[in-house]
């Protein structure tokens, strides 16, 4: 199996370090793809969900915010400012962050609050779906 050594960063701590087989990444425009031997290239991340299968098969996926990751030389490397296991998700706590952030989006604002406001909901939208998804296949 074509493996690449992979990274994943976030702003407090090192989430995953090892050989992955795939990993796929929330971007802009979808999810992005990422195999052994990719090109280089750099890549926005948005908030949403890492998936990736490391190279003893083993699925794993974690929630991260916003960053970047960047290929280079068959290694892939994440750096968010969050990234967490969806087992680890207080299901209450980011419903209410949820709430707060629709409710900051229909106050007028500058639009750097309302960008930061837009970033509050997706990452707590995306924190719920991935703690969702994990409570339904246990």
């Known amino acids: 199996?074509?493996?690449?050594?992979?990274?994943?960063?976030?702003s407090d701590k090192q989430f995953f370090s090892g050989r992955a087989a795939s990993v796929v990444l929330p971007a802009p425009d979808g999810g992005v793809q990422i195999l052994a031997h990719h090109e280089n290239m750099i890549i926005a991340v948005v908030p949403g969900t890492v998936e990736f299968v490391t190279k003893d098969g083993e699925s794993r996926a974690c929630v991260v915010s916003s960053g970047f990751a960047e290929v280079i030389n068959n290694r892939v490397r994440v750096m968010v400012l969050t990234?967490?296991?969806?087992?680890?998700i207080d299901i209450v706590r980011a419903?209410?962050?949820q709430e707060r952030a629709r409710e900051q989006l229909?106050?007028?604002?500058?639009?750097?609050e309302y960008h930061l406001s837009k970033m509050s909901l997706a990452r707590a939208m995306s924190r719920l779906s991935a703690a969702s998804k994990m409570r339904d296949h246990n």
């Open 83 to 88: 990234a967490e296991r969806p087992e680890d």
């Open 95 to 97: 419903r209410e962050a």
């Open 1 to 10: 199996m074509n493996t690449f050594s992979l990274e994943i960063l976030a």
């Open 106 to 112: 229909r106050q007028k604002m500058s639009i750097q």
